[in-house]
T-cell receptor
């Protein structure tokens, strides 16, 4: 069974550009989460989808970040325009809805804004 | 608000030594869940354990053991006879709900970088 897959693994963009990160959760997992780790800091929650609905977006830093999950399958996280402080590793995780022991994480996308 | 503190930032040990990674948490909830994740050099976060707040039994899995003490709000992780393959970043996390439900986001600590030298 495939795990959580994230694309790209690395992205280097200039300040002001747009970047779109993609997450493919484990098939059948209704829960999908986005997290971010800025260098040396905690991994922080950004957003939680249940199927295609945003369950909790309290962690989204500002309106330059837009997350979508059309059809309740894969999700995208767009940063537009990117700023230097957006640099970090963006993790995606998925879990079954109900009776789930763990959330499965992807390898993360390392975003560098220069 | 929930908070997880991993006071140790980097630990270096020689192979076969035992090592304990500390985790202290804060929450106002009476029901909550504690987790440990391992992040090897490949980058993904690998689930190690989940413990709910009603289960204070310590757990052992091979060389890994966990000590959960509600009285001190701690959930420490011990690796016995460490190996080079244990080198990774280890994260402790807290959730107010089980990850299968609503409001199940994880609050993480800053992580502890463990280096095991041959």
């Amino acid at each position: 069974e495939a795990g959580v897959t994230q694309f790209p693994s690395h992205s280097v963009i200039e300040k002001g550009q747009t970047v779109t990160l993609r997450c493919d959760p484990i098939s059948g997992h209704d829960n999908l989460y986005w997290y971010r780790r800025v260098m040396g800091k905690e991994i922080k929650f950004l957003l939680h989808f249940v199927k295609e609905s945003k369950q909790d977006e309290s962690g989204m830093p500002n309106n330059r970040f837009l997350a979508e999950r059309t059809g309740g399958t894969y999700s995208t996280l767009k940063v537009q325009p990117a700023e230097l402080e957006d640099s970090g590793v963006y993790f995606c995780a998925s879990s079954q809805y109900r009776n789930s022991r763990e959330a499965f994480f992807g390898q993360g996308t390392r975003l560098t804004v220069v | 608000a929930q908070k997880v503190t991993q006071a140790q930032t980097e630990i270096s040990v020689v192979e076969k030594e035992d090592v304990t990674l500390d985790c202290v948490y804060e929450t106002r909830d009476t029901t909550y869940y504690l987790f440990w994740y391992k992040q090897p050099p490949s980058g993904e976060l690998v689930f190690l354990i989940r413990r709910n707040s009603f289960d204070e039994q310590n757990e052992i899995s091979g060389r890994y053991s966990w000590n959960f003490q509600k009285s001190t709000s701690s959930f420490n992780f011990t690796i016995t006879a460490s190996q080079v393959v244990d080198s990774a970043v280890y994260f402790c996390a807290l959730s107010e709900k089980d990850v299968g439900g609503a409001n199940s986001k994880l609050t993480f600590g800053k992580g502890i970088t463990l280096s095991v030298r041959p």
